[in-house]
Antibody
Framework: AVQLVESGGGLVQPKESLKISCAAS????????MYWVRQAPGKGLEWVAR??????????YYADSVKGRFTISRDDSKSMVYLQMDNLKTEDTAMYYC????????????WGQGTLVTVSS | DVVMTQTPPSLSVAIGQSVSISCKSS???????????LHWLLQSSGRSPKRLIY???NLDSGVPDRFSGTGSQKDFTLKISRVEAKDLGVYYC?????????FGGGTKLELK
């Protein structure tokens, strides 16, 4: 079965950095685009970042709200995807979900349980 | 960005009833390949989202056929027949036709 397990969330102060991780299993990780989606407390879903596969040069894409501050990366040898978050703002406080592309079915096919990032002084 | 508008924001239903949720987009969601990348997800209370339907009407594996998706261009509907308790939660539509991908505001399905 597909599993996505996020880790690394926590409480940080504004302007600090944090790197969250997602461990994937149960599918051919290297063939799947990966995404991060976040959800602020009591709010809806917001797409954050996308990273494509090696044949697509590991191309990355970001929401305007995080561009220049967040960096998505992946390690296919470890089936891991990461989100490096720099210069964090209070409005980045959210549950961060790792999601995976389905081989045939496309975007947001699989979701992890999420990791909570709280930015507060 | 494409704005996704879901109605109603909340819905009260009795077990066994049928309900429909509307999702309208600010632009056509037909991609250059002819496909429409409109999806439906359910977030049950305290849990992560789960995709139910992809590309308007295709049920994800394990999703009962009580769920159905219809629509085209800018106007889409999720129908749930014979609602069960496990169907309760917040439903989101999402489009991945245009960059950036965007979500509707959600429709909360509650017990009457």
């Amino acid at each position: 079965a597909v599993q996505l397990v996020e880790s690394g969330g926590g409480l940080v102060q504004p302007k600090e950095s944090l790197k969250i991780s997602c461990a994937a299993s149960g599918f051919t990780f290297s063939n799947a685009a990966m995404y991060w989606v976040r959800q602020a407390p009591g709010k809806g879903l917001e797409w954050v970042a996308r990273i494509r596969t090696k044949p697509n040069n590991y191309a990355t894409y970001y929401a305007d709200s995080v561009k220049g501050r967040f960096t998505i990366s992946r390690d296919d040898s470890k089936s891991m995807v990461y989100l490096q978050m720099d210069n964090l703002k209070t409005e980045d406080t959210a549950m961060y979900y790792c999601t995976a592309e389905g081989r045939v079915t496309g975007w947001f096919a699989y979701w992890g349980q999420g990791t909570l990032v709280t930015v507060s002084s | 960005d494409v704005v996704m508008t879901q109605t109603p924001p909340s819905l009260s239903v009795a077990i066994g009833q049928s309900v429909s949720i509307s999702c309208k987009s600010s632009q056509s969601l037909v991609y250059s390949d002819g496909k429409t990348y409109l999806h439906w997800l359910l977030q049950s209370s305290g849990r992560s989202p789960k995709r139910l339907i992809y590309q308007v009407s295709n049920l994800d594996s394990g999703v009962p056929d009580r769920f159905s998706g219809t629509g085209s261009q800018k106007d889409f509907t999720l129908k749930i027949s014979r609602v069960e308790a496990k169907d309760l939660g917040v439903y989101y539509c999402a489009q991945t036709t245009h960059f950036p991908p965007t979500f509707g505001g959600g429709t909360k399905l509650e017990l009457k």
